[in-house]
């Protein structure tokens, strides 16, 4: 499978799905502050802002209709695992921005809700690029086959 960023003498092989980001808070937030409309919105918020392994904060992507907005969004509180983010936000501290899978289960009970939903369309999962033309060690075309097996 050849991902758009991929020149033509690199091969790709896909290592997860793909993936989705979502705006999520709890109901509770939501009675209390209008849900935003646009990522703009935002910056009127409480949000829950992650911080990354580097240090900095993650600047919050969105994206509709070819139209790309990054948003380094307002908050009092920084935390830099996608599990306390989640519960923060069950607790109606604001709006986090999480992969979906941490917040399916709150979105299928109503502890969560999703906004900006139109905002947020799947991107493509990750891959292991390589070379075509140079030798590959073994034990990286041991893990490739390994990839490509569990991916079935």
Not at 106 to 130: H, K, M, Q, S, T
Request: charged letters at 20%; a positive charge; aromatic letters at 8%.
């Amino acid at each position: 499978m050849q991902s758009r960023w991929q020149s033509p003498d690199m091969v790709a092989v896909r290592l997860g799905l793909d993936m989705r980001f979502l705006a999520v808070t709890a109901p509770e937030y939501l009675a209390i502050h209008p849900a935003p409309k646009t990522p703009d919105a935002l910056l009127q918020h409480q949000c829950i802002r992650q911080r990354l392994p580097s240090g900095k904060r993650y600047r919050w992507e969105f994206l509709k209709r070819r139209q790309e907005v990054a948003i380094d969004v307002p908050g009092a509180l920084t935390l830099d695992n996608n599990q306390l983010i989640v519960e923060a936000a069950i607790d109606g501290l604001g709006i986090a921005y999480v992969p979906e899978p941490y917040a399916r289960a709150a979105l299928n009970d109503g502890r969560l809700v999703a906004v900006l939903e139109d905002w947020c369309p799947p991107i493509p999962g990750l891959f292991l690029y390589f070379p075509r033309t140079r030798h590959m060690p073994t034990s990286l075309r041991a893990f490739i086959d390994m990839v490509r097996t569990v991916a079935g």
